[in-house]
C-alpha cells in the first residue's frame, strides 16, 4: 500500500492564507491611524492589541514543539503518525518570534509607560522594590534569550526528526542512540521552556503591565491557555491533512487522544482559574483584588464569565463523551472554539489592564488576529512541503500505527 508522503499546498489555502495576512496588515496599518498616533489612552489601545495577539499565537505554535518534546522524554509513540503536523506548525516560532520581539522591544526602547509603568517608577516604593526584576536591561536580555532559545532548540528537534529520512531504517543499537540523541535535546528545551514560559516570561510580558499586583499561578495559567490552544490547532491541521487525503495512518484512535488533551487540559485551565481566583477572592485583600475588581464586577464582566462558559463548559460538556472525542465535526468546532476563547482570555489579560474603564473589542483586534493565523497556515503549510508527512523510519513508528485506547 502506497501513502501520500509529501504534502502540495492547494491554491485555495495558498489564497486564503496570504488574504488573512493582507487583513493583518491592512487592520495593523488603519490601527495605527486610529490609535497609534493618538493620546496615551489610544496609544496603549494599538499597543495592547499587538501585544496580546503577538504572544498569544506565539505561545500557541510554540505548544506545538513542547508537546514533541514532552511525549519524546515520555517515550511516547502514538505521535509519530502525526509528528510532522507539529514540527511544520512550530516552524511559525520563528516569523512569530521575531514579530513578537520587535513589538516588546519597541515597548521598552519606546518607553511605553501606559502598557508598562515600571518604566517610570518616579519615588514608587513597590516599583522600585522590583526594580531588579523589572528593568529595561534585563527585559530586553531576557526576551532575546528567550525567543532565541526557542528558535534554535526546535530547529535542532525538528533537524533531528529529518535524519531519519536521510537514513534510512536504523538498526536495534542506532535506534537506541537516535532515542538518546532525541531525549537529550527534547530535555534542553523542557527546561528552557520550564524557565520561560512556566515561569518568568509570563511575569515580563504581561503580569507586568500591573506591577503592583502578582499571582504565584500566573505562568501557569498562562501555560494551560496556550497549550490547550496548542493542541486545538494541531487538531485542526490533523483533521484538514485527513480529509485532504493525506495522513492514512492517522485514525479515529489518534484523534481520540488529542481530543482528550483538549479535553484534559481545559479542565487544568479551570483548575488554574479557580485556584487564583478563588484565593483572592476569599482572602479580600485589596491589593489583590484590584486585579478582578473591574473584570469582575466592572465593564469586563461579560468577557470574564464568557472566557470561563467557553473555555470550561463547552469543553467539559462536549468532550468528555467518547464519541465526540472520535467525530470530525465536533472536534473542529471545539478546537476553533477553544483557540477563539483563549483568545479572549489574553485579550482580558491584557486589554483589561490598559483599559480598565470600557470595553474595546473591535475589528481591529479581530483583523491583527486574522493577520497571524494566515501568517500560521503559510508558514506551516510551506514547512509541510519539505519533508515527508509520515516519519517512516523512526524507532518509535509502529508503535503509532498499531496505537489504540
Known amino acids: 500500500m502506497s501513502f501520500r508522503e509529501q504534502f502540495e ?3 485555495k489555502y495558498k489564497m486564503w492564507s496570504l488574504i488573512l495576512m493582507a487583513v493583518g496588515l491592512v487592520s495593523i496599518l488603519v490601527g495605527y491611524f486610529m490609535y497609534g498616533a493618538g493620546d496615551d489612552h489610544q496609544n496603549a489601545r494599538f499597543w495592547g492589541v499587538l501585544l496580546y495577539n503577538s504572544v498569544y499565537f506565539l505561545l500557541v505554535v510554540n505548544a506545538s514543539m513542547f508537546f514533541i518534546c514532552a511525549t519524546t522524554m515520555a517515550m511516547g509513540g502514538w505521535q509519530m503518525s502525526f509528528r510532522r503536523v507539529a514540527e511544520a506548525i512550530s516552524v511559525a516560532v520563528i516569523p512569530i518570534g521575531i514579530i513578537s520581539a520587535v513589538i516588546l522591544l519597541a515597548l521598552v ?35 532575546a534569550l528567550t525567543i532565541i532559545g526557542w528558535i534554535f532548540l526546535g ?13 534510512g531504517p536504523y538498526t536495534a543499537e542506532e535506534g537506541k542512540k537516535y532515542i538518546f540523541k532525541n531525549t537529550i535535546w527534547g530535555s534542553l528545551y523542557l527546561v528552557w521552556f520550564g524557565l520561560t514560559v512556566a515561569s518568568t516570561v509570563p511575569w515580563l510580558w504581561f503580569m507586568s503591565i500591573d506591577a503592583h499586583w502578582y499571582s504565584t499561578m500566573y505562568s501557569w495559567y498562562t501555560f494551560a491557555s496556550s497549550f490547550v490552544a496548542g493542541m486545538a490547532l494541531i487538531t485542526l491541521f490533523v483533521i484538514y491533512l485527513k480529509n485532504q487525503g ?9 484523534l481520540h487522544d488529542l481530543g482528550k488533551f483538549m479535553f484534559a487540559f481545559s479542565v487544568f485551565w479551570t483548575y488554574l482559574w479557580f485556584s487564583q481566583y ?14 478582578f475588581k473591574h473584570r469582575v464586577q466592572g465593564p469586563y464582566r461579560g468577557i470574564f464569565f464568557l472566557n470561563l462558559i467557553i473555555n470550561f463548559l463547552a469543553p467539559l460538556l462536549i468532550l468528555m463523551r467518547r464519541s465526540s472525542k472520535r467525530n470530525y465535526t465536533l ?31 473591535n475589528l481591529f483586534d479581530f483583523g491583527v488576529a486574522a493577520g497571524f493565523i494566515g501568517l500560521i497556515m503559510w508558514t506551516a503549510g510551506n514547512a509541510l512541503t519539505k519533508s515527508s508527512l509520515i516519519a517512516k523510519n523512526h524507532p518509535f513508528f509502529k508503535e503509532s500505527i498499531i496505537h489504540h485506547t
Not at 114 to 139: C, E, R, S
Not at 278 to 291: C, F, K, Q, R, S
Not at 333 to 358: C, N, P, R, T
Open 9 to 11: 499546498i492547494p491554491a
Open 109 to 143: 526602547l519606546g518607553h511605553k509607560h501606559h502598557i508598562y509603568h515600571w518604566l517610570t517608577p518616579g519615588d514608587d516604593k513597590i516599583l522600585l522594590g522590583k526594580a531588579g526584576f523589572l528593568n529595561p536591561t534585563f527585559f530586553i536580555v531576557w526576551t
Open 155 to 167: 530547529a535542532k528537534m525538528r533537524s533531528l526528526s529529518k535524519e531519519t529520512d536521510a537514513n
Open 246 to 254: 493525506y495522513l492514512e495512518l492517522v485514525n479515529q484512535e489518534h
Open 278 to 291: 478563588m484565593l483572592i477572592w476569599y482572602a479580600n485583600i485589596p491589593e489583590e483584588t484590584v486585579y
Open 331 to 361: 472536534l473542529v468546532f471545539m478546537s476553533v472554539l477553544i483557540i477563539f476563547g483563549h483568545w479572549i482570555d489574553f485579550y482580558q489579560m491584557v486589554i483589561a489592564s490598559v483599559s480598565k474603564e470600557h470595553v474595546e473589542l
